[in-house]
């Protein structure tokens, strides 16, 4: 009988360790990925391969593997970054590149980034090794937890690579790159998902760590972060089924984006935009808009944003006056993204309106010729105006109109044609032409 594929990868792992300690090399190395910096600042070092799959490939310093194999050869991190970039690769709508996720391990370093040091590999972070066998203590309850930043950092910063790939400058203020708020909020919540699917209880002691960090106003005072706590409540709030989950909700948020082909600089208007630095009034606009379109939000919710801190001198980041962000702004925003794909699914024009809204001027994105049934599912129809407009309410291009009335483009009027002699029946909801009375 021929051995399954699986064994068959199982049996090879098992020879390549035992010839890596025949060779006086410690177990668990699997092939080489080169050379790169040694984070010594004294030159370059091997960083040996000890896993691949098809989803990911561990890189890790040479010295450093040699020293601390144990943390990682038949350890929990390898599976954990499989579930992880699976889990990524399916909240954020977008194409990864054509490579493994690799994940760079160093010597000491304290710290974590995007991006690694291997020629041609762009989908990759990189690790300080003692991330993976420091212990850490919950700061609410003392619980230790090892590995606690192995854990955290391998996926914080992959979240960050994610949300980049649906566009590149998110606001640095309340989004990511400077404050943290987003990726730290689903740190918490993408660990809490895999600790249960892996039935890992040191997994789930981080992630509740990680929300007593930043979510424990009561117990951890001085941790607490109004904005990280928002982004869990969002995704309580607007979870769905069972168990019920706020991972969909975001998903239909960062594919709007990415379906109306939104690039956060293009939106901004900040002048000063280099890739770790972008904010401006609009731009939080903006990115709000798409989040409660994803959220399909029957109210608005931009209160809740400023409330958290958005905008404020307290959450500004260096060099960055505070600003105020504009509900009306983020309802022409959504109001253009409805009309638009209302008008594209009628098969009506919209290309200039769409490219209006993409370059930043959504107030000249607003379009015409739409149709109840093309009407997108995060947004809704108003029969009085026969326009798609978005869930929330007080989103209406113009003023509505009395029971009978329609919007003739400048004013409201009875809409009643010459034609109809003896006058109209006042008009059904839905109804888009009046109805002439008969001679009396």
């Not at 709508?93 to 490579?99: A, L, M």
């Not at 002691?205 to 106003?217: E, I, Y």
């Amino acid at each position: 009988m021929k051995p399954r594929l699986a064994s068959v990868a199982l049996y090879a792992l098992i020879v390549l360790s035992m010839l890596s300690v025949c060779q006086g090399q410690p177990p668990g190395i699997v092939g080489d990925c080169g050379m790169a910096p040694n984070y010594a600042g004294t030159g370059s070092v091997d960083y040996v391969m000890v896993y691949q799959s098809k989803l990911s490939e561990w890189c890790i310093d040479a010295n450093f593997y040699g020293a601390h194999y144990a943390t990682f050869f038949n350890g929990p991190f390898y599976a954990y970054s499989d579930t992880v970039i699976a889990k990524l690769q399916s909240l954020f709508p977008v194409k990864p590149p054509n490579q493994r996720f690799v994940i760079e391990v160093t010597q000491h370093t304290g710290g974590a980034h995007t991006g690694c040091d291997f020629p041609g590999v762009s989908y990759c972070n990189t690790v300080t090794g003692d991330a993976f066998y420091n212990v850490v203590n919950d700061p609410v309850n003392n619980t230790a937890i090892p590995g606690f930043y192995g854990y955290l950092l391998t996926l914080h910063e992959a979240i960050n690579i994610s949300t980049g790939l649906v566009s590149p400058g998110w606001p640095t203020d309340w989004w990511a790159d400077d404050r943290s708020p987003f990726p730290n909020g689903f740190d918490y919540e993408i660990m809490k998902a895999v600790g249960t699917e892996q039935n890992n209880s040191n997994l789930l002691l981080a992630a509740t760590a990680q929300k007593n960090r930043f979510d424990n106003k009561a117990q951890n005072p001085s941790g607490y972060d109004a904005e990280v706590a928002m982004f869990i409540k969002f995704f309580d709030d607007f979870c769905e089924g069972s168990p019920c989950s706020g991972f969909p909700a975001y998903t239909r948020a960062f594919k709007l984006a990415i379906d109306d082909r939104i690039s956060w600089p293009n939106v901004s208007g900040d002048t000063s935009y280099t890739g770790d630095n972008d904010y401006s009034a609009q731009l939080t606009e903006y990115v709000i808009a798409y989040l409660q379109m994803g959220f399909r939000a029957k109210k608005d919710h931009t209160q809740t944003f400023v409330d958290a801190g958005v905008g404020s001198a307290a959450n500004a980041i260096q060099g960055q006056s505070p600003y105020t962000v504009d509900p009306k702004a983020v309802c022409g925003v959504a109001l253009a993204h409805c009309t638009i794909q209302a008008a594209k699914g009628a098969g009506q024009p919209y290309s200039q309106q769409l490219a209006n809204l993409q370059s930043g001027s959504y107030q000249d994105a607003i379009t015409n010729g739409g149709t109840q049934a093309k009407c997108p599912k995060e947004c809704s129809w108003n029969a009085y105006l026969s326009q798609c407009e978005p869930l929330w309410p007080g989103c209406a291009s113009h003023p509505p109109c009395l029971r009978g009335e329609i919007w003739d483009g400048k004013s409201c009027t009875t809409g009643c044609p010459a034609t109809c002699q003896y006058g109209c029946y006042p008009m059904e909801v839905g109804q888009t032409v009046p109805k002439c009375k008969p001679a009396p």
